[in-house]
């Protein structure tokens, strides 16, 4: 039988430890990629959405001729202002390369099932290019921005004929009637995800051969960071919608085993659209800070409060009853007592707050229905109210 010098044995022993540790590590490094990857689809989704947005206010600029364009009955028969389609999709098409998009459109809705393409950013006579007219199906995604005239990301979308992309949506509404007569899309391709993630694949392989002590250590770090960044929000620094859906899910768990109330207030910026548009969206962040630490300092560390959208925020308050709540309310509306507009000693920022109070087999769905329906009542009651 042959024998192995002692060397030999160590060096298998060392490897066969490598290929342990490598597949014990190889779990946290497939979920270390798949939060990553999902984190920056969430966050190119979020600037497809943005980009949409912005669109939309470009053609809204001109929208007499936009609905005139929109509403040509068939484009290879009747006359419409070709000088102003060729004009607008080359607009399109400078957006398009200084945000990094694939493509820029805007499409009409033809019927239940289908809609056609008006303008693209497109190079005429290209794979990518649609001309006027041109028909495609409507998807779910555009459904949805049709119905609820909101901006809507698809998040990684794979479309029949056109493969995988991140796509944001903005419906187009013409202000002097409040007409939806289209919407933008900004697409991103899936080619777009791989080269933001590449790099995290090659750190991981790289430091997976050279330091697999210090890759579980750095693993560990950036899952710590990442966690924490999912629950504060950076302009606020109050918790993030996420640890509010957690953070309430879990006050009804202990509420029904000690059977003691808690309450939850949801908050509104009144006319917070306006302040961003006359104003400015950096002064509308200051506002949002000026109400964040309005309801930081009528609190306690006990309470959870959160940003859960643009201008909206709620509070937990553990072992509350109603009354009390009222008076939390109360106090945060207080704190923005003399808190002004920009250059306006006459107008003060006000907020609209529902409160409601958690009640026996009450789920954490419902809890919040009946704070929002509150903060409806105090919104068209004439805001700057507290209503339960």
């Not at 999912?230 to 109050?238: R, S």
């Not at 309450?263 to 964040?292: A, C, P, R, W």
Request: aromatic share 10%; charged share 25%; proline share 3%.
């Amino acid at each position: 039988m042959k024998k192995y010098p002692l060397a030999s044995k160590n060096q298998i022993l060392v490897l066969v430890i490598v290929l342990i540790v490598l597949l014990f590590l190889l779990f946290p490094a497939s979920v270390l990629y798949f939060n990553y990857r999902s984190s920056v689809i969430e966050e190119m989704s979020d600037h497809a959405t943005i980009v949409a947005t912005l669109t939309t206010h470009l053609v809204e600029q001109n929208i007499e001729e936009y609905r005139e364009l929109s509403e040509t009955p068939d484009f290879a028969e009747d006359p419409y202002d070709e000088e102003y389609a060729l004009r607008m999709n080359s607009l399109f098409a400078q957006l398009k390369d200084e945000t990094g998009a694939e493509a820029i459109y805007t499409k009409r809705l033809v019927d239940s099932s289908t809609v056609e393409y008006l303008l693209d950013s497109g190079i005429p006579g290209s794979e990518l290019f649609s001309s006027l007219g041109t028909p495609d199906y409507l998807s779910e995604p555009e459904r949805k921005v049709y119905e609820e005239r909101i901006a809507y990301s698809s998040g990684l979308e794979d479309y029949e004929g056109w493969g995988k992309y991140i796509t944001g949506y903005a419906p187009i509404i013409d202000q002097r009637d409040d007409t939806l007569v289209g919407l933008v899309g900004v697409d991103y391709p899936l080619a777009a995800l791989k080269k933001a993630t590449q790099d995290m694949v090659y750190l991981i392989v790289f430091s997976f051969i050279l330091l697999l002590v210090l890759i579980s250590l750095v693993i560990y770090i950036l899952i710590s960071l990442r966690n924490e960044s999912m629950k504060t929000d950076y302009l606020t620094k109050l918790s993030t919608k996420r640890f509010f859906d957690m953070k309430l899910k879990e006050s009804v768990d202990v509420a029904e085993a000690s059977q003691k109330p808690f309450s939850l207030l949801m908050i509104d910026i009144d006319t917070f659209k306006m302040i961003n548009d006359t104003y400015g969206h950096q002064f509308g962040d200051e506002v949002l800070q000026l109400v964040s630490n309005a309801i930081r300092t009528a609190t306690t560390p006990m309470d959870t409060c959160s940003r859960i959208g643009g201008d909206e925020f709620s509070v937990i308050l553990p072992n509350t009853s109603l009354h009390t709540a009222l008076e939390v309310a109360a106090s945060i509306q207080s704190n923005l007592g003399d808190v002004f507009l920009k250059d306006s000693f006459k107008t003060r920022i006000t907020i609209s707050i529902g409160v409601a109070q958690w009640s026996p087999k009450l789920s954490a769905s419902q809890l919040i229905e009946q704070a929002d329906q509150a903060l409806y009542r105090a919104k068209t009651n004439g805001k700057n109210q507290v209503t339960d």
